[in-house]
Structure formats: C-alpha cells, structure tokens
C-alpha cells in the first residue's frame, strides 16, 4: 500500500475514534451549564488557531504549504467580512455564554496541557530536516485545526440545538459551528487526486502531504502527528 494510503487509513481511523468518544458524550446527560463550559473551554482550544499557525509559519519552509497557512489565516480573520471570532462570540450568544464570560474565560489545567500538545507538536526539532518539521506542521494543523473541527461540532451541534435545551441556536442562524463543520470537513481520502481550485480547508494540506510525504520516515512522521493530534482533541473531551 503507498503511504498515503496507509495514512488516510490512520486519518480515517483517529477520526472514527474521535467521533466514537464525542458520542458518550450523549449518554452522559450534560446539563445546561455543563454544556455551556464545555462550549467556553473548546473556544479557548480554538484561539489557538492564531498562535498555532503564526509558530508553523516560523518552521515551515516549503513555499506552497507556508502559502497554504497564509491563506487559512486570512480566512480566519478576513479583512471585510465577519472575522471567525465574532461569528463565534455571536454563536454562543445564542447558547445563552454572555459575550465577557467567553473573554474572561481561563483555561481549566486539562484544556492547558492540549493546547501545550498542540504547541509542543509544533516545536523544532534539533537536527531536523526541513522536510521532517513540514509534514508535521501539516499533519498536525489538518487534523487538530481542521478535520477534527469538523467532527467536533457535527457531533456538538444536535445537542447545541436540541430544543429541550430552550437556546436560540439553529442549524440556519449557526454562523460559527455550523460553517465550521462543513468548510473543515474531510470530503476525500488523503491518496486520492485534489480536485481542482483551492478547496476546502482540510484540501489545503492534502496537497502538501502529498507532495512532501516521500519516505517511510516523512510518513511515520506524519502519522505520529495525525495521532497526537487526535490523541490531544480526545483528551480535551474526557474531562467532561
Ligand atoms: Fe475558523
Ligand atoms: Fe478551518
């Protein structure tokens, strides 16, 4: 099997793992406010997205990826439209987190110590090859920043907007969540030719793995990644 089969194999397998755990989730009759800080403490997981591309781009050497990053930051925060943060902010309005408890919101130690995984995915490794830091950085923005978003909140979503819950979200008002789920989502195995244009934001690194994973080391590399990373988001959720 060529590598980059047997790593959208891993990919498809962490994240089938990670859904799996979100759904005892379900069984576990998470209250109102439960939910709520759950909601608070993921959205301090996602400003991260900042800090986490801004540290790949110090890394990352090859052009076309560094360009990837760039234009994945520019759609986080785009100059003329609604930037990711307020589209959050107005989301969890809706789930009844007032605007200051989300900015004055701290990390609980557990969601300190994923963030710190995430970061310490990202640290430069003496010695290393440029190639070997730019597969990691790929694997570990795609799947920590990206696809598993996408799972994330495909399973968070039914339970944001069951009406029992007596909040305003819907899957048609959602500017944050809902979008999310859709534009991260993983729609084709990593093997498999990109389709033509930009894609959506987990497309941007399936072209870079495949250009840059060219040897069993590049591939354990990312693979070793791919499972910290999902390792990481599982973690964040056991807490609850
Ligand atoms: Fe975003
Ligand atoms: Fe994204």
């Known amino acids: 099997m060529q590598l980059l089969e047997r790593l959208d194999r891993i990919e498809n397998q962490e994240i089938g793992k990670l859904r799996r755990s979100l759904s005892a989730l379900y069984g576990t009759g998470l209250t109102n406010p439960q939910l709520q800080s759950l909601l608070v403490q993921r959205a301090l997981v996602a400003r991260e997205f900042g800090p986490l591309y801004d540290k790949a781009l110090l890394g990352v050497k090859d052009d076309p990826l ?80 990206e696809v598993s978003v996408s799972a994330e909140y495909a399973r968070l979503l039914p339970l944001m907007v069951d009406p029992a819950r007596g909040w305003s979200l819907t899957e048609q008002n959602s500017q944050f969540y809902v979008p999310h789920r859709d534009h991260d989502r993983k729609t084709r195995g990593l093997h498999l030719p990109a389709k033509g244009g930009q894609g959506n934001h987990a497309d941007v690194f399936t072209r870079s793995l495949q250009r840059l994973v060219t040897s069993d080391a590049l591939f354990h590399e990312a693979a070793s990644a791919m499972r910290c990373a999902y390792g990481a988001k599982a973690r964040f959720y056991r807490q609850f």
Do not use: F
């Open 66 to 145: 560094r360009a990837g990053l760039k234009w994945l930051m520019r759609e986080e925060y785009p100059a003329r439209e609604k930037d990711h943060r307020l589209a959050l902010v107005e989301d969890l309005a809706c789930v009844g987190v007032e605007k200051a408890a989300l900015i004055n919101a701290r990390p609980t130690l557990d969601t300190r110590l994923v963030i710190d995984g995430l970061h310490t995915l990202l640290d430069a490794m003496e010695g290393e090859a440029p190639q070997a830091y730019d597969v990691r950085a790929a694997a570990t923005l795609r799947s920590a920043m």
